[in-house]
């Protein structure tokens, strides 16, 4: 069993920086693929970020340049670090773990956080 826990989540202005943290828990979790991912009411989650364990991170073209997802596995954490932030990054936020690999489909994944909300106002 795996459990993730996020936090760092909050309200900002519009260009302002925010870092998430996910810490996860598990046996064998550090080979885990772990990710971040984004939801707003009425539409499907999406993904945001992505980190293999001992291999590539990789960014959703949404935030490229702006959020970057860093992984320590020393001390089974993430974090997402989010600069010049806007209103349409207002969303719950989300981490997640899956054994086989990263994937940018939400259904590929078996665990979850309970989420940190971020909202951009304008």
């Known amino acids: 069993q795996v459990r993730l826990m996020e936090s760092g989540g909050g309200s900002l202005q519009s260009g302002g920086s925010l870092k998430l943290s996910c810490a996860a828990s598990g046996q064998f979790v550090r080979h885990y693929c772990l990710a971040w991912f984004r939801q707003v009411p009425g539409k499907e989650r999406e993904g945001v970020a992505t980190a293999e364990y001992n291999g590539p991170t990789l960014h959703a073209d949404a935030v490229k340049g702006r959020f970057n997802i860093s992984r320590d596995d020393a001390k089974n954490k993430i974090t997402l670090q989010m600069d010049s932030l806007e209103p349409g990054d207002t969303a719950m936020y989300y981490c997640?773990?899956?054994?086989?690999?990263?994937?940018?489909?939400?259904?590929?994944?078996?665990?979850w956080g309970q989420g940190t909300q971020v909202t951009v106002a304008s």
């Open positions: 997640a773990a899956q054994r086989y690999g990263c994937s940018w489909d939400a259904k590929d994944y078996r665990f």
